[in-house]
C-alpha cells in the first residue's frame, strides 16, 4: 500500500516521566482488583443499534467478551420464502442499509445464474451495475471511516467524509428515484438507463470526493492521537482472519488478498484494472488505510467503466423475465398483464440450487437460494460478511483496554440488518 508502513507499536509508547521511565513501574504493586461484569451496548454510542458485548473487565482490561448481535427482526430470509423472486429486491436493500446496489447486484446475479442467464445480460446493463456498486462501496467505506474519525473525537472529519457520501447518494438517487432502499437492479439488468448527463456529474463528485478525502487523510493518518488509538490495537493474524472465514477489509488488513472481483470476477470487472490493498499488520490503523486507498480504487473503476460503457439495451429481452417498462405497463393491457404475472406469482425458476457470491462493502456477500420450479424461493439465504467480520472480536477484545473497543468495533463496520437473524 502507498502508506507509510505502521509502526511497532512498543517503539511508538515509550512514555517518560522525568527521569523515569513508565517501564521502571512494578505491576505487581499495584492494588489488588477483582473481576467484574460490563455491559457494553446495546444503548452505547459506539454500539451501532443493537449490538451487546458482555464484557469480563479487570480494572480497565477486558479478560473476556461475548459478543451479541442482538434482534432487528429484519427476517430477510423467512420474508423471501414468501414473496416472488422480483418482490425480494427490496428486502436486499435492507441488509447492508449503508451500500444496498451492491446488495441489489448479489441477489441478481445468484437467480440469473439459476434461471441460467450467464452471458445473457445486456453489456450496458453489466457496466450500469458495476458503476453503481462502486459508488455504494465508497459510501459503505466513507460511512465507516467518518463513523470511526467521530467516535475518537475527530468531529471535523466526520462532517467531511459524510458531506462526500451525500454528493454520491444524491446521484443514486438520480438514477433509482430513492435516497437509500433503492430496488434499483432487476433480474436480467437494471429498471432504467442513466439518466441523461448522469455521467458527467459524476465525474464532478469524484473531483470533490477526492478533495474530502485528502482533506480527512491529512488531519488523520499522521496524527499522534489518532494513530495511538489505532496502531497495534485490535491485531488479527493473517491464519486468524483465515480460519474465521473473515473477508474483506479486515480480511485484506492482515494480507489477506482475496477479493471476489479479482479472484472470481463477475459482470465486467476482468476487463478492469485496479488492486487490492492490503495490510501488513491487521490493526485498527490497517483496516483504516485499506478501506482509504480502496476508495480510490473505486475511483479509478469507475472513471474506465464511465470510459467504456456501451450504448444498447439495460435488460434482456425475454417477456419471462424481464418486467415491462412503466410507460407500457399503464398503457397497454398486455404490459399490465405481464408486469402483474412477474410480481405475484413471479418468475418460474428451474428446480434447483446455487451459491453466489460478490464483493460487497464488508467482504463476501453470498446468496444459497433454492428453487422448487414456483414462483418463490424455497429457501434464499445470506451470508452476510459482516457476521464473520464481528465473530472475531470474541478473540480479538481479550487483553484490550475498555477505551479500545470503540475504534476496534468501529473498524469492523458492523451492520446490523444483515447479521440480524
Known amino acids: 500500500m502507498a502508506r507509510e508502513a505502521v509502526p511497532q507499536l512498543a517503539a511508538r509508547r515509550r512514555v517518560v516521566f522525568g527521569e523515569s521511565d513508565v517501564s521502571d513501574f512494578d505491576d505487581e504493586q499495584d492494588l489488588p482488583t477483582e473481576s467484574m461484569p460490563l455491559m457494553m451496548g446495546p444503548s452505547h454510542p459506539a454500539m451501532h443499534g443493537t449490538v451487546r458485548m458482555a464484557l469480563e473487565v479487570e480494572g480497565e482490561k477486558i479478560k473476556t467478551a461475548d459478543i451479541q448481535i442482538g434482534y432487528l427482526h429484519r427476517c430477510f430470509e423467512k420474508e423471501a420464502e414468501y414473496a416472488t423472486w422480483t418482490q425480494i429486491f427490496p428486502y436486499t436493500d435492507r441488509l447492508n442499509y449503508v451500500s444496498p446496489m451492491l446488495n441489489n447486484v448479489g441477489y441478481a446475479l445468484a437467480v440469473e445464474k439459476l434461471l ?108 499522534k492521537i489518532f494513530r495511538d488509538r489505532m496502531d497495534g490495537v485490535g491485531v488479527i493474524a493473517k491464519a486468524d482472519a483465515a480460519g474465521w472465514g473473515l473477508t474483506g477489509p479486515v480480511a485484506r488488513s492482515t494480507g489477506l488478498a482475496y477479493d471476489v472481483r479479482k479472484d472470481h470476477p463477475y459482470l465486467v470487472y476482468d476487463r478492469l484494472d485496479f488492486d487490492v490493498p492490503v495490510g501488513s499488520t491487521g490493526d485498527n490503523f490497517d483496516r483504516y488505510a485499506v478501506r482509504l486507498e480502496e476508495i480510490f480504487q473505486s475511483m479509478r473503476i469507475l472513471e474506465q467503466a464511465l470510459a467504456k460503457i456501451p450504448t444498447g439495451p439495460t435488460i434482456i429481452d425475454d417477456a419471462r423475465v424481464a418486467l415491462p417498462g412503466k410507460r407500457e405497463t399503464y398503457n397497454t393491457i398486455e404490459a399490465m398483464i405481464a408486469h402483474f404475472k412477474l410480481i405475484m406469482d413471479g418468475l418460474h425458476v428451474p428446480p434447483g440450487e446455487i451459491y453466489s457470491f460478490t464483493e460487497g462493502g464488508n467482504g463476501e456477500l453470498g446468496f444459497y437460494i433454492v428453487a422448487d420450479g414456483s414462483g418463490r424461493p424455497w429457501k434464499c439465504r445470506v451470508r452476510p460478511p459482516c457476521f464473520a467480520n464481528l465473530a472475531i472480536l470474541t478473540k480479538v477484545l481479550p487483553g484490550l483496554f475498555i477505551a479500545d473497543v470503540v475504534p476496534t468495533f468501529g473498524m469492523i463496520n458492523m451492520i446490523g440488518g444483515e447479521c440480524d437473524r
Open 116 to 223: 441460467d442467464l450467464d452471458g445473457k445480460i445486456p453489456e450496458r446493463a453489466q457496466y450500469i451495475r458495476v458503476i453503481v456498486g462502486e459508488i455504494s462501496r465508497i459510501t459503505d467505506h466513507l460511512t465507516c471511516l467518518a463513523a470511526g474519525a467521530m467516535e475518537l473525537a475527530a468531529f471535523t472529519v466526520y462532517f467531511w467524509l459524510m458531506k462526500a457520501r451525500e454528493w454520491l447518494w444524491e446521484l443514486l438517487e438520480e438514477v433509482s428515484g430513492a435516497r437509500l432502499t433503492h430496488s434499483y437492479v432487476r433480474i436480467g439488468g437494471v429498471v432504467a438507463d442513466l439518466p441523461e448527463g448522469w455521467p458527467a456529474k459524476l465525474r464532478e463528485a469524484l473531483v470533490k470526493v477526492r478533495g474530502a478525502i485528502a482533506d480527512a487523510d491529512k488531519l488523520l493518518t499522521r496524527n
